[in-house]
């Protein structure tokens, strides 16, 4: 393994997730860059109520020719050590993360770390590959039993018991009291918190002592707080010779009879039951909410949002059980419809959710649209009463639109969607520096008009009014979106409720009129147009710009502290989960042929497929820089981008691309 391809496994990171909440993430490097790197986190509350509980560990092997490490930490100011990141000559992902580690003395040791699916247990799992005479126990001569020399392995976790966004530092209160009940250890840090168990088939030391000064550097460059003291009760031990060495992590008191072996086994059966390594990316993403489920937006810091999920779950419908899965998530958010709108999100602390987006409830529609359509297919069986609280959660928030409804949302004369209040940030692109929503997009945003029409079609299919009421408002669009001098649609018209007053910015959020929607609501040649435009401008390999370069606020690059960040959330910084959209959007403006599939595939899938490889292993980021490289940035394991992907690949393997467009109204020739 070469020096530069190290420093590139040092910016990848891992994930594997368990249906409980609780997951482990770290670097292939092995040095933790952020706060949220953990061997075991936790979900109290799940998804919420996360905490850190083991950080990580410290890792060598005592040989006859010395002590070698298998692990690295970053101090204060800027120290590395020990230097077992030195001694990583080889790293997979599939179907677990593997290490393997070459000492001085030839000694070689390979280490695994599995997060175990719906039972919130991480296996770590480490075995001798080769030693100083490792494997020969005979030979010729007056000594003819000649034995390996012992290599012992020993193992220091590194514990917190935190809140995920919060660091921890030395204190009095730390409980590092062990309770040891056969191969299981209990330690409980702090009142309050999970009890940590760890299981192992070696020895275990109490010997209690400070680790302090962790810098996380990733933390560091955000502008936050960077540096952390974990606390280390005691140490494991064993002889690799002729067995392997593994250590089960666990929060609460888990039972001392846990079989790693078994964990392994039957965690191995589940991973090889997905036909593809995305598919068992999007199972990670699935978690428990109550009795039901939900879908994490994304790890490590974001929890189930209404927006992402309902996005995510268009692309995750395609999956093994995804159909069941879309009809229980569906179904346990329509009791939540208040005034016509779904929550967007519910707090990490409390459960007063919070009705705070104008297109969560529209993409809502879109998704509980599709399962009704899979369901009339024949492929998922829906009882009445299911059918009956979708179609009248899908009226509710109709209704709820058309009368008016929280923060200025509203049907206006012209049947367009008016939407937004100062210092609220409504739509896709929310972020807020301070007291400042950097993209308020106050008005009749473009996207949220394709959703609305989507949502009227949809509502109104079985009704005269419903129809015409579609009718009236799609003229309204295409005969006021229109930006004739530039060739594509206007972001927002009658912005801050000014009638007449437009926003010619070049966005991304248009191609929602042409792609990403079951209905296009625009139509050729000006279908066309924008799909040009926005290829021309706005796309990237790993996804569309939110901004087109040139255009007045336009940042290149998304880094520094947070309100640098924020500033940058949407002001050209690429969205991977734009693909999807845009990619519909070009099939359909090429008659959706095989020819053009393969293209797409080809030219837009294949840089996204790629990236798969190269940041969050195995998964899709959030966001990139605008100008290349396209560095991955925020958020390393997002599931709408995972989400459009699996779409978009569906969408070039077989049909659901072909043009959709709506019978073009009389009022449509006045724009030309």
């Known amino acids: 393994m070469t020096s530069s391809s190290h420093d590139d496994w040092l910016a990848c990171e891992w994930l594997e997730a368990d249906g409980l909440g609780g997951f482990a993430s770290g670097t292939v490097g092995g040095i933790r860059t952020r706060r949220y790197h953990a061997l075991l986190l936790a979900a109290t509350t799940p998804p919420t109520g996360r905490m850190v509980l083991v950080n990580g560990l410290e890792a060598w092997l005592e040989t006859p020719g010395g002590r070698f490490a298998l692990t690295a930490q970053r101090y204060t100011p800027d120290v590395v050590w020990p230097d077992g990141q030195d001694r990583i000559v080889a790293f997979r992902s599939e179907p677990w993360p593997q290490w393997t580690f070459h000492s001085e003395d030839g000694t070689e040791v390979t280490q695994e770390i599995v997060a175990c699916h719906e039972r919130g247990h991480v296996v770590l799992r480490w075995r001798l590959r080769s030693g100083p005479l490792a494997g020969r126990v005979a030979g010729p001569g007056p000594d003819p039993v000649r034995t390996a020399p012992p290599v012992q392995l020993i193992v220091r976790p590194l514990l917190a018991g935190r809140d995920y966004h919060a660091l921890h530092h030395e204190n009095p209160v730390f409980d590092f009291r062990a309770g040891v009940t056969g191969a299981r250890v209990l330690w409980r840090p702090y009142p309050g918190v999970p009890a940590i168990s760890a299981i192992s088939d070696g020895s275990y030391r109490h010997e209690p002592v400070w680790y302090r000064s962790f810098q996380y550097d990733a933390e560091r460059a955000r502008g936050l707080d960077c540096t952390e003291d974990l606390a280390s009760p005691g140490v494991f031990s064993w002889t690799l010779n002729g067995r392997d060495a593994t250590l089960i992590l666990g929060a609460g008191e888990a039972s001392p009879d846990l079989d790693a072996a078994s964990l392994l086994d039957a965690e191995a059966r589940r991973r090889k039951s997905f036909e593809a390594p995305p598919a068992r990316a999007a199972d990670a993403y699935v978690v428990r909410r109550g009795a039901g489920k939900t879908i994490v937006a994304g790890y490590p810091w974001f929890t189930d949002w209404g927006r992402d999920t309902f996005v995510s779950l268009r692309g995750f419908m395609g999956l093994p059980a995804g159909l069941e899965l879309a009809r229980d998530i569906l179904l346990a958010w329509a009791p939540a419809v208040s005034e016509g709108m779904v929550p967007n999100r519910f707090p990490d602390a409390g459960e007063q959710p919070e009705y705070n987006a104008v297109d969560a409830s529209l993409w809502y529609v ?286 070039v393997e077989g049909g659901g691309a072909e043009a959709a467009e709506p019978p073009a109204p009389a009022q449509r020739a006045s724009v030309a």
């Not at 949809?458 to 006021?480: E, P, V």
């Not at 060739?487 to 927002?492: E, P, S, Y």
């Not at 042409?514 to 209905?519: D, E, F, Q, S």
Request: proline share 6%; with cysteine.
């Open 366 to 651: 879109i998704a509980a649209h599709e399962l009704l359509e899979a369901a009339e297919a024949g492929d998922i069986a829906l009882e009445g009463a299911a059918v009956q609280v979708l179609q009248g959660a899908i009226e509710q928030i109709v209704a709820g639109y058309q009368a008016g409804t929280r923060f200025g949302i509203r049907m206006a004369d012209d049947g367009l969607l008016a939407a937004g209040v100062p210092g609220v940030q409504l739509t896709w692109m929310d972020a807020k520096v301070g007291d400042r929503v950097v993209t308020p997009r106050i008005g009749k945003p473009v996207e949220v008009q394709a959703l609305w029409l989507n949502a009227l079609r949809i509502a109104g299919a079985t009704s005269a009014d419903g129809r015409n009421l579609y009718r009236h408002a799609l003229a309204s669009f295409q005969l006021r979106f229109w930006n004739e001098q530039r060739g594509c649609l206007f972001d927002v018209v009658d912005v801050d409720h000014v009638a007449g007053r437009n926003d010619p910015a070049l966005r991304p959020n248009q191609i929602l009129a042409v792609g990403g929607l079951p209905y296009q609501v625009l139509v050729e040649p000006y279908a066309s147009q924008v799909v040009d435009a926005v290829e021309r401008q706005l796309l990237t390999p790993l996804g569309l710009r939110s901004l087109a370069p040139g255009e007045p606020g336009y940042v290149a690059r998304y880094g520094g502290g947070v309100r640098e960040r924020d500033s940058a959330y949407h002001q050209g910084t690429v969205w991977p989960w734009l693909i999807g959209p845009f990619i519909e959007a070009w099939l359909r403006t090429r008659g959706g042929t095989t020819a053009a599939k393969r293209e797409a595939d080809a030219r837009f899938l294949a840089p996204l497929r790629a990236h798969l490889a190269l940041a969050g292993l195995g998964h899709v980021c959030e966001i990139a820089d605008a100008e290349p490289p396209h560095a991955p940035r925020g958020c390393p394991f997002q599931a709408w981008s995972l989400g459009e992907l699996l779409r978009a690949s569906r969408l």
